[in-house]
């Protein structure tokens, strides 16, 4: 399995809801969607992959579209135009969408589940512009997880969601020693006990930028300053890591 990648999600994105394909379709690309169905009279939604304005459906392998549906296989859908055609992306109906995310997997298409802890290695170390992504659900009993950046033996950036405190702790672990704790939430605790979630922290100059489910949380200024050395991510905790893109 290839976690890397530069596409960059969608995020809170309107509906009905046209962008383009970042880089193209290409086996073993997967796309996923994740949003609500709103209360409706019968209205559909649809989903398509499209070549420009018009449309086909959404997901990959290099004959069909393999689709999975709150974790489950769905479907498949043989190709009826070369899928190397597909350059954009609808969504339409009685749905709020939280966010679209593009992960390449060059691998069959299973909703794979990763082992906790998980590690993977940031190639090159971070810069500012670089982005890694954590798609994962909340398990219903969840005390709390965390999603680490770590330099060597230093954790650079230690998120950690706590449910019985309601709050999500930020802090680093430097020289053998953890710094001041940063607490405060601008809005209401994003990660809820049983459903699905979506980090995106951006390495930026002054510090990493925290979106949850496709809304700014927050941000926090660097403690490592030597961003290239900052070359781990580490998932653990009460969780069900879907993907991981850094």
Known sequence: MNFRGGRMPYLSPPVPFTGSIQGGLQDGLEITINGMVLPSDGNSTHLDGSQGPTGLLANTASFCWQVMVNGSYFVEYQHRIPFQW???????????????????SFGSFSGQKYNLPFHASVYGGLYAGKFLLVLGSVLPTADRFEINLRSGNDIAFHLNPRFQENTIVRNSHINSSWGPEERALSSVMPFIKGQTFMVLITCEAQGFKVTVNGQYLFSYNHRVKNLSSINMLEVAGDIQLNHVQV
């Open 86 to 104: 597909v350059d954009t992306i609808t969504v339409n109906g009685m749905v709020q969408l939280t966010y679209i995310s593009f992960m390449e």
